[in-house]
């Protein structure tokens, strides 16, 4: 079984640049995650999709931070512009409908704003 | 609400016994814990749920207090391959999103 697909890994960019942020999760999970992690902190929660529709996204900062997941499947997460201190690991997850199910982590996309 | 993880960190020589402690102020479904070592992705170690019993994985167990909304990570016989960071996540009720806590820093030494 493929397992969720991040990319890209690593990304610099200069403060007010904008940037995307890719994932695939595995095949049938419904619910997929944005987390950022911040180095040395556990990771935060940005938005909760259920299928297409966000469940959760009370912990984005709207004001630059968008995401996006088409038909279901493919999400995307943006910034725009970024801060210094956006500069995080973003971890997307998915997992089957339903709590009590486990987790699966993608490698994460390095984010460094300079 | 995010969980609160205590120790902050921890140091054992190969072989020791560690507890890691998660507690929330609030009523938990489920509890999941993961570990995560340095520039990689958090991995699965169990998920506990309300009502459910204590689970083991080779030399690592955990037990869920639903009356205390605690949950306790115990690693006997420590080895190498334990060190990393420990994560747990919360759910308070069923289809609600995972909160991980601030994690808790193993580190084995020979």
């Known amino acids: 079984e493929a397992g969720v697909a991040q990319s890209p890994r690593y990304k610099i960019i200069e403060k007010r640049q904008s940037v995307a942020f890719w994932c695939n999760p595995i095949?049938?999970?419904?619910?997929l995650y944005w987390y950022q992690q911040i180095l040395g902190q556990g990771p935060k929660l940005l938005i909760q999709?259920?299928?297409?529709?966000?469940?959760?996204d009370s912990q984005l900062p709207k004001d630059r931070f968008s995401a996006e997941r088409l038909k279901g499947v493919d999400s995307t997460l943006k910034i725009q512009p970024a801060k210094l201190e956006d500069s995080a690991v973003y971890l997307c997850?998915?997992?089957?409908?339903?709590?009590?199910?486990?987790?699966?982590f993608g490698e994460g996309s390095w984010l460094t704003v300079v | 609400q995010q969980p609160v993880q205590s120790p902050q960190a921890v140091i054992l020589r190969e072989g020791e016994d560690a507890v890691i402690n998660c507690s929330s102020s609030?009523?938990?479904?489920?509890v999941h814990w993961y570990r995560q070592k340095h520039g990689e992705a958090p991995v699965f170690l169990m998920i506990?749920?309300?009502?459910?019993e204590q689970k083991g994985h080779e030399k690592i167990s955990a037990s869920f207090n639903e009356k205390k909304q605690q949950s306790s990570l115990y690693l006997t016989a420590s080895q190498l391959s334990y060190s990393g960071t420990y994560f747990c996540?919360?759910?308070?009720?069923?289809?609600?999103?995972?909160?991980f806590g601030p994690g808790t820093s193993l580190s084995v030494i020979p």
């Open positions: 997850a998915t997992q089957t409908q339903g709590s009590g199910n486990t987790i699966y």
């Open positions: 095949s049938g999970h419904a619910t």
């Open positions: 999709f259920q299928n297409n529709g966000v469940v959760d």
């Open positions: 609030k009523a938990l479904y489920s």
């Open positions: 506990l749920l309300k009502g459910g």
């Open positions: 996540g919360t759910e308070k009720t069923s289809y609600d999103k995972v909160i």
